[in-house]
């Protein structure tokens, strides 16, 4: 990783995260929040934001894969679904990295057919530039650039337990 930078620091994320529950829970008071996990690249992300939400939340976890031969139809696939209902509940979706927004987007019109009251997102990163799709983005941490970011629970190695973003 010596040919990575650090493009988020620990001490701004801490307070980004901080000031997003915060938010968060200004927009939601004297309501409950059901909060949906897009695992792997948000649950770092999302554990430490849950912390900081002060309203009553259910915390659900959510995954997909892409299928095998690639994914040029858009379709993807179930491998963790939320598992209480959400009708007529505040649902507060929350993602790593959006980068095209395709996968989070089917998350999305998924959950919609369950007939929340609403249905938003948080994302500790998103590249507005390579984005694909419109997306209910409520809450956004930071803009990202083109690199490829890993860190704070974002990547597939062990640059996942950075505790700040790094890119190259």
Do not use: W
């Not at 929040?33 to 897009?38: K, R, T, Y």
Request: with cysteine.
């Amino acid at each position: 990783m010596t040919d990575s930078k650090v493009v988020v620091s620990e001490e701004a994320l801490r307070s980004r995260v901080y000031d997003l529950g915060e938010e968060i829970s200004r927009d939601y008071a004297g309501t409950e929040l059901d909060v949906v996990c897009f695992i792997n690249g948000a649950s770092t992300f999302c554990a430490d934001l849950v912390r900081h939400i002060r309203v009553p939340t259910r915390q659900h976890f959510l995954s997909f894969a892409s299928y095998p031969q690639g994914n040029a139809s858009g379709e993807v696939r179930v491998t963790l679904d939320v598992a209480e209902p959400l009708f007529r509940r505040h649902v507060l979706v929350v993602e790593g990295i959006v980068v095209s927004g395709r996968t989070i987007k089917y998350a999305l019109d998924m959950l919609a057919l369950r007939r929340p009251e609403s249905l938003v997102m948080c994302a500790l990163g998103v590249k507005r530039a390579q984005l694909a799709v419109d997306l209910p983005l409520k809450y956004v941490g930071f803009e990202m650039g083109p690199e490829i970011v890993m860190g704070y629970g974002v990547g597939s190695g062990v640059e996942r337990a950075l505790p700040h973003l790094v890119a190259r």
